[in-house]
């Protein structure tokens, strides 16, 4: 279920199965579509904090990360202009380290960290002896907290991310206004469907958070299931958690709700199946929200 933000950079391990990477998908439904839109991110504006020279290095050991690591330019023009495009893109960015070096062969990558600098983030290697080592940071001069923890829980601004083999129909759908509830509010849902007989049906959809480390979370969203013999529950999970809850299509809309425990970059998922001899998925997800809990 990820109606939600279009930059996707980690495994989900789905609840049934190996996890994919999920992949960026138009609509597969016969439905009508809603136009693909990523949550707005304000222009971002970049000031370099500090400039270290051989045998130093930035990373911390703690949760501020945000993997994984991007291979860029080792010309440094073009390199931190790659570093700035990344972070300008992932809404929890705040600070950057444009890193070279040299083995075999002249690199540079780029690292993402989701707190300002930290100088104590700095370590120091004398062993390094190559002179073209080098770590820059670049810190986000103007950013601010998202006002969406969830972004287009409602999903009116469509777009989904869906796991990359799927066998069902996932996607964003326009309600039907003439199909008393259809939906609850708004005009379009997220959609898992499949009524081919006969036949196993899976899928996923996930959504990327912005929630942070060592905070409590509840999720709410209102779902509707088909009631069927042959239709498994519907699961959710956020990758922090154990165990992920489900639930059994009782052919009305039905509030849920769930607490978790945030982690940077952190992906909710969302699942439906059927058994092999049945076939039948038919599930809908609207007004989905997540709100910190003190």
Request: proline letters at 5%; glycine letters at 10%; charged letters at 15%.
């Amino acid at each position: 279920m990820q109606g939600l933000q279009n930059i996707v950079k980690t495994n989900v391990e789905l609840s049934k199965g190996t996890g994919a990477f999920p992949k960026i998908s138009a609509q597969t439904t016969t439905s009508s579509t809603a136009t693909c839109s990523p949550t707005p991110i304000p222009d971002r504006t970049f000031e370099l904090d500090v400039e270290k020279g051989l045998g130093w290095s930035y990373f911390s050991i703690v949760t501020d990360y945000i993997g994984p690591n991007n291979t860029v330019s080792s010309d440094e023009n073009i390199g931190i202009r790659q570093c700035k495009s990344w972070c300008a893109a992932d809404l929890n960015c705040r600070t950057f380290a444009f890193f070279v070096w040299a083995e075999a062969a002249l690199g540079a990558g780029c690292n993402l960290f989701s707190v300002p600098y930290n100088a104590s983030y700095f370590s120091y290697d004398p062993t390094v002896t190559d002179p073209f080592n080098y770590t820059n940071v670049y810190e986000v001069t103007n950013w601010s907290p998202p006002a969406e923890l969830l972004p287009n829980g409602n999903f009116e601004r469509g777009c989904v991310v869906e796991d990359s083999r799927p066998t069902i129909s996932i996607g964003v759908v326009r309600c039907d206004k003439n199909v008393q509830g259809d939906c609850l509010s708004g005009n379009y849902y997220l959609q898992l469907n499949d009524t081919n007989p006969a036949r196993e049906g899976f899928g996923g959809a996930s959504i990327q958070l912005v929630v942070l480390p060592g905070e409590a979370y509840k999720f709410t969203g209102d779902v509707k299931g088909a009631v069927s013999s042959t239709q498994e529950q519907l699961s959710v999970l956020f990758e922090t958690m154990d165990n992920a809850p489900s639930y059994t299509g009782t052919g009305e809309w039905e509030m849920i709700e769930f607490t978790f425990n945030g982690s940077y970059g952190g992906q909710l998922t969302v699942t439906a199946d059927a058994t092999n001899t049945g076939g039948l998925v038919d599930w809908k997800v609207d007004n989905c929200e997540i709100e910190k809990t003190f």
